[in-house]
């Protein structure tokens, strides 16, 4: 699945002043994306705030980007749950027809065990008419998906073609690079390693970072995938101060106020989230006066 190797961007969802969903914003960040050179873009995962919109939300947000981009990239639906039997059903009734993938996070709260994990994701495989990457992303969900669990879902069900592992644990990386089927992806979900994680042979990133400086991380990205190791070190020393410093105040507060401070996109965020402190953005701004012109 070449086609998801590189940067992906997991999308904000941009919020106007009245709190609603701003479809001009969206737009505006598609076609950013996709003409800074990203891969291929995630669409209503956990950083698009998606557990805060309605199901008519939900379906704008798809209905334009699936519009905006118009073809230009492949498109990933983000779809997970606690609700293995409720998930299946959303699954079933979902229109597949302009994507290219489904991204599934493992349950989140009632932090299922080893073998839980394996029946959870065997049913959203068989259910899935499309290619399912999995999304290990323990600090939010209370769980972490081992790697040996990974490979026996993905060795028993050859449309699970890859994982986003966001641990930021570079030994589970390598436990997952050393005993992957072929072809199957180790993707990055982690904007601080990815790097590491991309020239220890993993196929690129799902990134928050990236999508305010997309150009930017997409260098460093496909330095690494090219091999180029001291360039890739060098543009990760460079970046590393602003990637730690967007998720000091949750994700997506602190990507929101980078991007808004680089091309003006609305701060707001939904309850219980607030927007990144006024502390943050100066330390944002002051982060990126020091990047000088390489972020414009």
Same mark, same amino acid.
């Given at each position: 699945?070449?086609?998801?190797?590189?940067?992906?961007?997991?999308?904000?969802?941009?919020?106007?002043?009245?709190?609603?969903?701003?479809?001009?914003?969206?737009?505006?960040?598609?076609?950013?994306?996709?003409?800074?050179?990203?891969?291929?873009?995630?669409?209503?995962?956990?950083?698009?705030?998606?557990?805060?919109?309605?199901?008519?939300?939900?379906?704008?947000?798809?209905?334009?980007?699936?519009?905006?981009?118009?073809?230009?990239?492949?498109?990933?639906?983000?779809?997970?749950?606690?609700?293995?039997?409720?998930?299946?059903?959303?699954?079933?009734?979902?229109?597949?027809?302009?994507?290219?993938?489904?991204?599934?996070?493992?349950?989140?709260?009632?932090?299922?065990?080893?073998?839980?994990?394996?029946?959870?994701?065997?049913?959203?495989?068989?259910?899935? +008419?499309?290619? !399912?990457? %999995?999304?290990?992303? @323990?600090?939010?969900?209370?769980?972490?998906?081992?790697? &040996?669990?990974? /490979?026996?879902?993905?060795?028993?069900?050859?449309?699970?073609?890859?994982?986003?592992?966001?641990?930021?644990?570079?030994?589970?990386?390598?436990?997952?690079?050393?005993?992957?089927?072929?072809?199957?992806?180790?993707?990055?979900?982690?904007?601080?390693?990815?790097?590491?994680?991309?020239?220890?042979?993993?196929?690129?990133?799902?990134?928050?970072?990236?999508?305010?400086?997309?150009?930017?991380?997409?260098?460093?990205?496909?330095?690494?995938?090219?091999?180029?190791?001291?360039?890739?070190?060098?543009?990760?020393?460079?970046?590393?101060?602003?990637?730690?410093?967007?998720?000091?105040?949750?994700?997506?507060?602190?990507?929101?106020?980078?991007?808004?401070?680089?091309?003006?996109? +609305?701060?707001? !965020?939904? %309850?219980?989230?607030? @927007?990144?402190?006024?502390?943050?953005?100066?330390?944002? &701004?002051?982060? /990126?006066?020091?990047?000088?012109?390489?972020?414009?």
């Amino acid at each position: 699945m070449t086609k998801f190797v590189g940067i992906g961007t997991a999308l904000v969802t941009p919020f106007n002043a009245q709190n609603e969903v701003d479809v001009l914003a969206l737009k505006k960040l598609v076609n950013h994306n996709i003409n800074s050179g990203i891969n291929y873009l995630v669409v209503l995962g956990t950083t698009a705030e998606t557990i805060t919109l309605s199901d008519a939300e939900q379906q704008l947000v798809i209905d334009t980007v699936v519009a905006e981009n118009n073809s230009r990239v492949p498109l990933v639906l983000g779809m997970g749950g606690s609700n293995t039997h409720a998930l299946v059903q959303k699954i079933n009734a979902t229109d597949f027809s302009h994507f290219d993938a489904i991204l599934s996070v493992t349950p989140y709260y009632n932090k299922p065990t080893q073998e839980g994990l394996k029946a959870h994701f065997s049913e959203v495989a068989k259910a899935a +008419p499309i290619p !399912v990457i %999995l999304y290990n992303v @323990p600090s939010r969900t209370g769980v972490n998906m081992l790697p &040996k669990t990974t /490979l026996e879902i993905a060795h028993s069900h050859p449309n699970v073609i890859g994982i986003k592992e966001a641990k930021g644990d570079m030994e589970q990386i390598a436990q997952l690079l050393a005993r992957k089927p072929e072809g199957f992806l180790v993707v990055s979900g982690d904007d601080a390693t990815a790097y590491q994680t991309t020239l220890a042979g993993g196929s690129g990133v799902i990134s928050v970072v990236g999508q305010a400086i997309p150009a930017q991380f997409s260098d460093l990205i496909h330095s690494a995938l090219r091999g180029h190791s001291s360039e890739a070190n060098r543009l990760n020393e460079q970046l590393q101060v602003l990637i730690e410093a967007i998720f000091e105040e949750g994700n997506p507060a602190g990507v929101k106020a980078l991007m808004n401070i680089i091309d003006s996109y +609305p701060l707001q !965020v939904r %309850l219980p989230l607030l @927007p990144a402190s006024a502390c943050l953005q100066d330390k944002l &701004k002051n982060s /990126l006066v020091a990047l000088g012109s390489l972020v414009s």
